[in-house]
């Protein structure tokens, strides 16, 4: 049975900082590219950020760019998200996701198995 179980979220005021983990379990995790995904009240789920199954390559969304760092640890099974300088419109609850190999697309068909999602709240 597959299982991706985020943490670290929580309460942080603007510009401040968070490391999200997302465990994982029943896969073999270096054949999976991960990503993060998020969704706020009202809002559809989108797009963070994607690591290759190899940790050579990874994408951002635009709005994070420069302030969120996505990697892996293939010894531990963990994929991280660490974030700087956060902002309110950053409030959210945050997935972590894997999917088998292939041409990067920041869709959730892209992934195949997804977390249950941790809150992350930015006062501002």
């Known amino acids: 049975q597959v299982q991706l179980v985020e943490s670290g979220g929580g309460l942080v005021q603007a510009g401040g900082s968070l490391r999200l983990s997302c465990a994982t379990s029943?896969?073999?995790?270096?054949?999976?590219?991960m990503a993060w995904f998020r969704q706020a009240p009202g809002k559809e789920r989108e797009f963070v950020a994607h690591?290759?199954?190899?940790?050579?390559?990874?994408y951002y969304a635009d709005s994070v760019k420069g302030r969120f760092t996505i990697s892996r640890d293939n010894a531990k099974n963990t994929v991280y998200l660490q974030m700087n300088n956060l902002k309110p419109e950053d409030t959210a609850v945050y997935y972590c996701?894997?999917?088998?190999?292939?041409?990067?697309?920041?869709?959730?068909?892209?992934?195949?198995?997804w977390g249950q999602g941790t809150q992350v709240t930015v006062s501002s």
């Open positions: 996701a894997a999917g088998s190999p292939g041409r990067f697309s920041p869709t959730l068909r892209s992934y195949n198995y």
């Open positions: 029943g896969l073999i995790f270096n054949r999976y590219n």
């Open positions: 690591i290759s199954w190899s940790g050579s390559t990874t």
